[in-house]
């Protein structure tokens, strides 16, 4: 048979010497690439793709994942990624997939923005002992509101005066939509869990609400996409608010594509698909041609939910998108989701995903300047995601000008991932994107759930001290004050575009 | 029987009243003067019958999840839009994406349709979401079907080289259920993942039934319709893009 030329990328190695022969590697590796020879363990090394499951599992740490030594010759232009890609192309006549969102050394615009904090002339706050709030709300704000006293003199609403439906959250965090097909269920489980225990909300993705799901609806957002998998009228209305997707960040302006392998039968059922048939929810929604259209299919939301329901619109972040955002908010959404080029993803061609798109701290900036000139930043809330690593980011992601912000890879990361990106091949060993049952068995929903709860907890912490240092007392201070980020490192025009000044200045 | 007169009135009041009237008991309802309003059927779960005098607008039924609707008139675009379960019957023409998502219930056409009708239609079990049209089809047609019934069965007479029954493209992404067409399917207009096929004793059984409910709606009989063979498009792979990735 022909040898592949592609390099194997990843060496794994086991000390025989500290190897117990327990061949607990040989049942944790997803991708089969150890097996028992009758006295040892053997290594196909060319399957590893490096997400270290059977490393954490080794009792005695005998096993070690290395980059492979063997690359190719030197060359900045030809690196080891595009040589080894073209290879691949040779050999199949596919297009490179990945999961995981764009790891090229592309600047990071966050990791060139430091926070303000308070010295001498302001108070800071404390925040363990003082009030703080993060608690904000999703939704569109009406241009006033009426209000009267009651009779010990407090003020409430005005009796007939209706509010616009809201999303309550106990801090400026979601996550990100992850659909069952593309992660487990049992990932699923973890993300409720995590959601409820918090106070925030997760997102169904475009695969349907799995019974499993339903103690949880008041924490979940639901999810309709091209595809229109398991929309029927008690989808809509099962959870807090629904969600139109247009796009996704890492892979702007293409579609889903949820390979067979991952379509078992429960997959198949919530899908109402044929089992293990790809399932196919390609980018243009074919009723969506233009922002009238996407009025349209908003408002047939608001109808068959009564008006209850906040709509959000999730789209890409591309070139246009500050039109783009205002269009939506006219068209009546009540979310606009922005989904920023290094958003995560279980499968994208790299071609796509590695060169499509801005960066998200562009397009807050850029949407929340564009509504706030057209007077209609009170007509919806804006969610940042893609990219969003920690608290430190959330903090300047909402400074720029977001409402909250959604995160998914960071979320995955609490269940094991360590971002191997081979989540479209089905085999994730940690059990999150995978279908195999005997991989998602191992993900219990109630342990990781806690994980990822605190996870949440932590960074809910971390804005805390954020926003003491800064002396305000709440979320609601922070956003959009611009004044409070500095620029290093960047030219004026960036500068510019973000609305904030360098640093010294 | 209860009437509402739609003269003049917004999508959003005059959806409000049909709601109401449904949540009173009201099984029998008629909107008249019915001139393009949109999402008529939408958010109803009882199963009253809605006749519509004029014609409605887009999203006619979308998520529509157990009344009968019947429009007297042709009928505009987007029609059963993601439908659960029903019926939508059109005595006339009506527009495209027809069925988008539909996930169960009918949708009869007594004459022609457009572009990209039965796209993204669902079937599970039981759960078999059902389209006929009696005359014509535009491109597209069953575009990424993965389950349901299509029929097209060009009643006013169809040629395949000058008045084919149906666009190019028909059957193109499709994955899962039938489409049965009455005539001849020319095989350089259909997508790369489908197969023209003969019926099977079940096909026919199917067909028969689907027909019948069919021919009842608009006073047809289903033995004349029945004399012109019909052929049938399925999938021939269940990965038609099994081999586009390198993995
Ligand atoms: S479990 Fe992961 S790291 Fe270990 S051998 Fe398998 S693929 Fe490589
Ligand atoms: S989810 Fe699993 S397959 Fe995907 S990057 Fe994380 S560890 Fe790898």
Redesign the interface.
Known sequence: MFKSHVLPEYLATIDTDKCIRCKRCIHNCGWGVYSWSGERVLIDTQKCVKCLRCYHYCPVEAIEIEDSKTRYKDNSSWTYKNIRNIKKQAETGGMPLSGMGCDLPLPILFDNMLLDACQVTNPSIDPLREPMELRTYLGKKPDKLEVERTKDGKLKLKEGFKMTPQIKLDAPFMFSPMSFGSISLNAQKVLAMAAKECGIVMNTGEGSLHEDLLPYTDHVMVQVASGRFGVNPDYLNAGVACEIKIGQGAKPGIGGHLPGEKIPLQVAKTRMIPVGSDALSPAPQHDIYSIEDLRQLIYALKEATEYKKPISVKIATVHNVAAIASGIVRAGADIVYLDGFRGGTGAAPNVIRDHMGIPIEHAIAAVDERLRQEGIRNEASVVAAGGIRSAGDAAKAIALGADAVAIGTAALMTMGCTVCGKCYTGNCSWGITTQRPELTARLDPEIFGERLANLIRSWKHELMEVLGALGVNSIESLRGSRERIRGIGLDTETLDMLGIKAAGT | MYNIDAKGMH??EL?EQV?AAVKDGEDEITLQNVNGQ??IG??I?EKPTITIEGVPG??LA??M?GPTLRVKSNAQ??IA??M?SGKVIIEGHAGD?LG??M?GGKLHIKGNVGY?VG??M???KK?IPTIVAGGTAGDFFG??M??GVLILLGLEGTDVKTNPIAGDYLGT?M??GKIFVRGEIDPTRIGAEVGILDLDENDHKLLKKCLEDFCADFDLSVDDIMKEPFKKLEPIT??????????
Do not use: M, S
């Open positions: 999508f959003k959806n709601r949109y999402y939408v958010g779960r887009n999203d979308a998520f999840d675009d987007n839009n993601t659960n994406v988008y998502g996930r990209r796209i993204h669902k079937g599970y759960q575009e990424y993965a389950g992404g994955h899962g269940d990965r038609p893009y099994g081999n586009l990735y390198a993995y």
